[in-house]
């Protein structure tokens, strides 16, 4: 069973900065990808970074610039640096593990961290 377990969500004021951690249970060397996404009341879950088993990134483009993944395998840990926080970027942010099959894929999830942006 793969447990990710999340931390670092807050409250800030517009153009603050929050860290965001997760510990993942086992090796995350093992996943196809992991990283973060978030959800906002009434709106999808969306896509905020990911990092891939070779190392390759993905953000959201409206985060370009202004967040930063990483990853320690060593501690088994995906980072995710906030920084010139805006309202728009308040939601609830998860993290994710996935692993990809020739056919389909599994997804873990964590329980989730709000993060809230005042203006």
């Known amino acids: 069973q793969v447990q990710l377990v999340e931390s670092g969500g807050g409250l800030v004021e517009a153009g603050g900065s929050l860290s965001l951690s997760c510990i993942v249970s086992?090796?995350?060397?093992?996943?196809?990808?992991i990283g973060w996404y978030r959800q906002a009341p009434a709106k999808q879950r969306e896509l905020v970074a990911t990092?891939?088993?070779?190392?390759?990134?993905n953000y959201l483009d409206s985060v370009k610039g202004r967040f930063t993944i990483s990853r320690d395998i060593a501690k088994n840990t995906v980072s995710l640096q906030m920084n010139s926080l805006k309202p728009d970027d308040t939601a609830v942010y998860y993290c994710n593990a996935r692993i990809l099959f020739p056919v389909g894929r599994r997804d873990y999830w964590g329980q989730g961290t709000q993060v809230t942006v005042s203006s």
């Open positions: 990092i891939s088993s070779s190392g390759t990134m």
């Open positions: 086992g090796n995350i060397a093992r996943f196809s990808s």
